[in-house]
T-cell receptor, first 111, second 116 residues
Framework: QQQVKQSPQSLIVQKGGISIINCAYENTAFDYFPWYQQFPGKGPALLIAIRPDVSEKKEGRFTISFNKSAKQFSLHIMDSQPGDSATYFCAASKSGSRLTFGEGTQLTVNP | GAVVSQHPSRVICKSGTSVKIECRSLDFQATTMFWYRQFPKQSLMLMATSNEGSKATYEQGVEKDKFLINHASLTLSTLTVTSAHPEDSSFYIC????????????FGNGTRLTVT
């Protein structure tokens, strides 16, 4: 079954702290794992993505950690800022096909 | 970067009328576009996959006669909500990928549909 489970559902972090969101997938054929950021009333925007041939990818304050054997991947937001407050979705797909989304995490970064 | 433009951003219509939502890829050709529906505080639910020049593929439980999808060119797909009812009120989002199929999926900014 093509599912992606995401946790936590909501997260509150202080400014400057680290936000960590986790996802687990079932389909071992998935080969593309993006994270999307969505602000209220807007479409999702691609934040960062990883393929299973690497265990970590970093872009600025955002890092994806990928554990192929555990079928898990996570998003770390370092030095979290109030402007990072948004809903984050992990997703997975196989060979450019449809994306399967996680349930979403509502992140609130307090000033 | 790749841009997907969705129009209108917000629409209010009366029950029984039809509403058309446009999704355009502005700087790339998209052979495949995806239409999603999102309820408040929920994830994106794929409604259908739109392929240029062919019929759309609908997800289970999505009424193809109610949600008409047309992908007549490599840069434009449309979703028409026919005979809209209040329960069709939702946030509709399109996304597109370029014709190579290997680029990231880019999303439009969504359309907030309210049916009164």
């Amino acid at each position: 079954q093509q599912q992606v489970k995401q946790s936590p559902q909501s997260l509150i972090v202080q400014k400057g702290g680290i936000s960590i969101i986790n996802c687990a997938y079932e389909n071992t054929a998935f080969d593309y794992f993006p994270w999307y950021q969505q602000f209220p009333g807007k479409g999702p925007a691609l934040l960062i993505a990883i393929r299973p041939d690497v265990s970590e990818k970093k872009e600025g304050r955002f890092t994806i950690s990928f554990n192929k054997s555990a079928k898990q991947f996570s998003l770390h937001i370092m030095d979290s800022q109030p402007g990072d407050s948004a809903t984050y979705f992990c997703a997975a797909s196989k060979s450019g096909s449809r994306l399967t989304f996680g349930e979403g995490t509502q992140l609130t970064v307090n000033p | 970067g790749a841009v997907v433009s969705q129009h209108p951003s917000r629409v209010i219509c009366k029950s029984g009328t039809s509403v058309k939502i446009e999704c355009r890829s502005l700087d790339f050709q998209a052979t495949t576009m995806f239409w999603y529906r999102q309820f408040p505080k929920q994830s994106l639910m794929l409604m259908a996959t739109s392929n240029e020049g062919s019929k759309a593929t609908y997800e289970q439980g999505v009424e193809k006669d109610k949600f008409l999808i047309n992908h007549a060119s490599l840069t434009l797909s449309t979703l028409t909500v026919t005979s809209a009812h209040p329960e069709d009120s939702s946030f509709y989002i399109c996304s597109a990928r370029d014709r190579t199929g290997h680029s990231p999926l880019h999303f439009g900014n969504g359309t907030r549909l309210t049916v009164t």
